[in-house]
């Protein structure tokens, strides 16, 4: 498979705060790939650098990003506007016509489980449905990549793993590159194909591993397939948690 990302040496400080140390990464056409690391390691500041959000101080990017599908941290709905309203954003930007753009978002809220609720305001819906929403704008955009910023992680447990398990069939039906970023190992095992593991900050990439799971043992998180991918995730981390990588020069 061709590489639609390519990231090599990347370095990122704000001031004397050393963000992202050497980090490099390619994302294949169709793959998905999660970025796993701890909180506040620097995981969405290397995706605002991908989306040209941020100026990085030195590495290269090979990728074009500006009509990514991003879905932030929290959804972020604007609250006086329907769900209609809300998921037909990025189409209305690109200038598709009002029936086209509001027939098009109908015939997925089935899938995304957001039937009957086209009208609804955000204040009207849980917490899981917003983040369903705002995954279905991101989907809607109809970029080639969806880069999703932790979707579930403001959940309870119970609507995170329901979701998780979801989204795992939606993205194998999606057929689009999706990179992601996780400090949940259970989550990075049940959606990606492969698992770039990062160190704390300054976050550097610690491991590369490939998640070979069939379809039943990736949502069943039981199954020996899933626990020895969550073995081995782990174990790369606690292995690597006292190596602090090359210096800055």
């Not at 639609?4 to 980090?23: N, Q, S």
């Amino acid at each position: 498979m061709s590489s639609i990302l390519e990231v090599e040496g990347l370095w990122k400080w704000y001031g004397a705060l050393h963000v992202l140390c050497d980090v490099s990464f390619s994302v294949a056409q169709g793959e998905s790939v999660a970025l796993l690391g701890p909180s506040g390691c620097g995981k969405t500041t290397l995706f605002r650098i991908l989306l040209g959000r941020e100026a990085y101080d030195r590495g290269a990017i090979r990728g074009s990003f500006d009509a990514a599908g991003y879905l932030p941290q929290g959804g972020l709905l604007f609250p006086w506007k329907t769900v209609l309203e809300n998921v037909e954003l990025p189409q209305q930007i690109r200038g598709v016509d009002r029936a086209t753009r509001r027939r098009q978002i109908e015939m997925q809220l089935p899938a995304f489980g957001l039937d009957g609720f086209s009208n609804a305001y955000p204040h009207e819906l849980s917490g899981g449905m917003k983040q369903r929403v705002g995954l279905l704008r991101t989907v809607m955009t109809g970029a080639p990549i969806l880069f999703l910023d932790e979707p579930f992680g403001a959940l309870d447990t119970l609507t995170r793993h329901r979701l998780q398990t979801w989204l795992a069939t939606l993205i194998a039906d999606l057929d689009r590159t999706t990179l992601f970023v996780t400090h949940d190992i259970e989550e990075a095992v049940l959606l990606a194909q492969r698992v770039i593991v990062l160190t704390e900050r300054p976050a550097r990439v610690l491991g590369d591993c490939r998640i070979d799971l069939v379809a039943d043992d990736r949502t069943n998180r039981m199954s020996k397939s899933f626990m020895r991918a969550k073995d081995i995730l782990f174990s790369m981390i606690e292995e690597g948690g006292n190596d602090k990588g090359p210096e800055p020069v």
